[in-house]
T-cell receptor, first 113, second 113 residues
């Protein structure tokens, strides 16, 4: 068990560019979650998948954001036409179905300049 | 929807002193409750969780938490704090279907030598 992996760890991009982040969950976990965390705040829920199905999306997830989990394994989160307000830590987590806590990755820190 | 309040933004304790971090939740049914710890630039690590049964739960690193339904609280405690405990602590509440965990804004712990 290698834990939840996120790539890249850091991303600096110019406003208006597109970025894509990757998350590799723990292999036995069928659920995958994306959260966003800004400085001084707790993580905010963005979306989650059960296997390959995206079952819930937060209102925080604007049309510029899209997430996929094509084969029920790794997931990608894409942000199109980035804005400075998108600067944050993007956290991925995974879990099994049921009363379990989530296992988080180390996050991808996005800076939009 | 569930929500979490952590009343203390920042707490400073001396090494060796006891610690209590407060957490109050709002949820219509029996909640699933969690405490996570986050070191700077890192993801979140699960300290402990409560689903049912004994209201005093033990976690890793010598932490414990007590669920008090009458007070809607789930406070985290440690009898003797170590310098390595300095970090950000997040309380979270989840629904039984485990699809949307909500976090508090966090409490930053500073440990004085």
């Amino acid at each position: 068990d290698t834990g939840v992996s996120q790539d890249p760890r850091h991303k600096i991009t110019k406003r208006g560019q597109n970025v894509t982040f990757r998350c590799d969950p723990i292999s036995e976990h069928n659920r995958l979650y994306w959260y966003r965390q800004t400085l001084g705040q707790g993580p905010e829920f963005l979306t989650y998948f059960q296997n390959e199905a995206q079952l819930e999306k937060s209102r925080l997830l604007s049309d510029r954001f899209s997430a996929e989990r094509p084969k029920g394994s790794f997931s990608t989160l894409e942000i199109q036409r980035t804005e400075q307000g998108d600067s944050a830590m993007y956290l991925c987590a995974s879990s099994q179905t049921g009363p379990y806590g989530y296992t988080f990755g180390s996050g991808t820190r996005l800076t939009v300049v | 929807a569930q929500s979490v309040t952590q009343p203390d933004i920042h707490i400073t304790v001396s090494e060796g002193a006891s610690l209590e971090l407060r957490c109050n939740y709002s949820y219509g049914a029996t909640p699933y409750l969690f405490w996570y710890v986050q070191s700077p630039g890192q993801g979140l690590q699960l300290l402990l969780k409560y689903f049912s049964g004994d209201t005093l739960v033990q976690g890793i690193k010598g932490f414990e938490a007590e669920f008090k339904r009458s007070q809607s609280s789930f406070n985290l405690r440690k009898p003797s704090v170590h310098w390595s405990d300095a970090a950000e602590y997040f309380c979270a509440v989840g629904a039984p279907n485990n699809n949307d965990m909500r976090f508090g804004a966090g409490t930053r712990l500073t440990v004085k030598p």
